[in-house]
Nanobody
Framework: QVQLVESGGGLVQAGDSLRLSCVAS????????MGWFRQALGKEREFVAF????????YYEDSVKGRFTISRDNAKNTMYLQMNNLKPEDTAVYYC????????????????WGQGTQVTVSS
């Protein structure tokens, strides 16, 4: 059974940093393409960042470029999202996802999802 478990969310002030983690089990993590998404209250789930299985390719949503960094440690079956200079508009539940079948930006294309971790940024 595949499990993705996010952690690291919390309540911070604007300008602060957080690092989210996503631990995977039940799949060959080192062979899987992974992504981070977020969903703010009342809004659709949106793409945040993507990393292919080897880590050679990464993509970011425009509003997080230069502030967020996606990374992975295949030996630990873990993916990370380092978030710096957080803004109130970054407030959302953050989800990790695995195995996109099509567009890496489209949530419906991902096969596996975690339960999410809440990030709240106060102004």
């Amino acid at each position: 059974q595949v499990q993705l478990v996010e952690s690291g969310g919390g309540l911070v002030q604007a300008g602060d940093s957080l690092r989210l983690s996503c631990v995977a089990s039940g799949l060959t993590f080192g062979h899987r393409t992974m992504g981070w998404f977020r969903q703010a209250l009342g809004k659709e789930r949106e793409f945040v960042a993507f990393m292919n299985w080897s880590g050679a390719y990464t993509y970011y949503e425009d509003s997080v470029k230069g502030r967020f960094t996606i990374s992975r440690d295949n030996a630990k079956n873990t993916m990370y999202l380092q978030m710096n200079n957080l803004k109130p508009e970054d407030t959302a539940v953050y989800y990790c996802a695995a195995d996109p079948s099509g567009s890496y930006r489209r949530p419906t294309d991902y096969r596996y999802w975690g339960q999410g971790t809440q990030v709240t940024v106060s102004s």
